[in-house]
């Protein structure tokens, strides 16, 4: 994942020209270029945890979709891991305010806010309310421990606005994994419904669940990296007692370079890979937490092998291996509980069709005709061809289908 995040210089308390403002103004329109990259894992690292991942998820699920054999899905979930990195790639300002906090949470900076991981709020918004809050009511808490010599928020080098808080990535996870459950209940329906004429659905269905393989596969990865979980993300900021390395190159090495140089990949760490991972379905952050735990406990041990000089030799190796071995663990528990959190009732299956309903669109059944209304050749339906015409009754229960759920979101219930 992209971490640009510089902190120092001094805390603004005046008015900012208008040449300032000007000037953010037309940052947000064209977006930002001044920045230093630190990714976590490389793509090759994000992919070995996804094929990893696929493998635990086809021995605990052998239910799951039978499409996710093929070594073609495998290779596009794999290539959707690092599709948020790519959105670094884009100047788009907006897209970097929303995109890069879900990469990483310093556990560190939660204290300043009046939190640990043991407090922090499940749900996204209810977590930046609480920091908020308690910006406004402790100030001085704000910019942490004194006795650290950490620099200050600038929120004048901090123009994406994304630097502030502690990140979101416990609460990215989360998101994906319900989305990795919407895409499953829906190729759940469409299989179930077995119809021809949703061909194309359920393509889309398959991309979908793909596509939400990978991001659950970013986020879950990324916080395997012990530097998403820490202020130290990328050289040791403060006070240094034990001489660390300040080297803005740490990360990237870290992301990449240790992992090449001990040919760290899905071929060699397959035989090695668990699947013990095991995911609370009733209440999932909390496994998501610890999962950040067991990651933000080994960060300094990548500290000290690198003052060492064992980073580069087998300490070093066993120590990538096991996170990305931890993150691949993870992940499989995640696909299979999001699988199984996907099962249908009944009353889902009835609440796709009344939303889906194809009355009226090309290859769906035609609208019936009302009672007081000729039926002639030109007005036969969209059905049209040689195509087998439904019964006045398959008919009627689509276009009904297709007009009741109307703004209910599939859900039976009406959505704003």
């Known amino acids: ?47 070995t945890i996804t094929f990893l991942a696929m493998d635990g998820f086809a021995g605990l699920a052998p239910d799951r979709p039978a499409f996710l054999v093929s070594d073609t899905s495998r290779q596009i979930a794999a290539f959707q891991a690092s599709e948020a990195d790519r959105y670094r790639g884009v100047r788009h300002a907006y897209l970097k305010h929303e995109n890069d906090p879900d990469h990483f949470l310093d556990v560190e900076d939660l204290e300043k806010f009046g939190l640990t991981l043991e407090t922090i709020p499940p749900l996204r918004y209810e977590y930046l309310r609480a920091m908020a809050i308690s910006k406004h009511e402790h100030p001085e808490l704000a910019d942490g421990d004194p006795s650290l010599d950490l620099p200050p928020y600038n929120p004048r080098r901090d123009t994406a606005k994304t630097q502030e808080f502690p990140g979101y990535g416990a609460h990215a996870v989360m998101r994906h994994h319900g989305k990795l459950i919407a895409a499953f209940r829906t190729y759940r329906s469409l299989e179930r419904l077995n119809d021809s004429a949703r061909g194309a659905q359920m393509e889309a269905a398959r991309a979908n669940i793909l596509h939400e393989m990978g991001q659950l596969s970013h986020f879950v990865g990324d916080l395997a990296q012990p530097l998403h979980t820490t202020r130290h993300f ?133 609208r019936p005709a009302k009672k007081d209304e000729k039926k002639t050749d030109a007005g036969a339906g969209a059905g049209g061809g040689a195509e087998r015409k439904a019964t006045p009754e398959e008919a009627e229960r689509a276009w009904e289908g297709a007009g009741a759920g109307r703004g209910t979101g599939g859900g039976g219930q009406a959505d704003r």
Request: with cysteine.
């Open 234 to 366: 990328n050289g040791w900021v403060g006070k240094n007692p034990h001489g660390y390395t300040t080297d803005k190159g740490f990360h990237a090495y870290i992301d990449g370079g240790v992992v090449s140089l001990h040919k760290l990949n899905y071929a060699t760490l397959r035989d090695r890979a668990t699947f013990d991972r095991k995911i609370d379905e009733a209440d999932p952050f909390k496994d998501v937490l610890e999962h950040i735990r067991r990651s933000h406990a080994r960060f300094e041990e990548l500290y000290i092998l690198r003052k060492s000089g064992e980073l580069d030799r087998e300490a070093g190796k066993e120590l990538i291996a096991e996170r990305l071995l931890d993150g691949a663990s993870m992940l499989a528990a995640m696909y299979v509980s999001a699988w199984r959190l996907s099962e249908l009732t009944d009353r889902d299956q009835e609440d796709f069709l009344r939303y889906e309903g194809l009355a009226g669109e090309p290859g769906g059944p035609e």
């Open 1 to 47: 994942m992209t971490r640009d995040r510089e902190r120092g210089g001094e805390r603004v308390k005046r008015t900012l020209p208008s040449s300032v403002v000007a000037a953010a103004v037309g940052w947000f329109a064209v977006g930002w270029v001044g920045v230093s990259n630190a990714c976590a894992w490389d793509s090759a690292g994000h992919r």
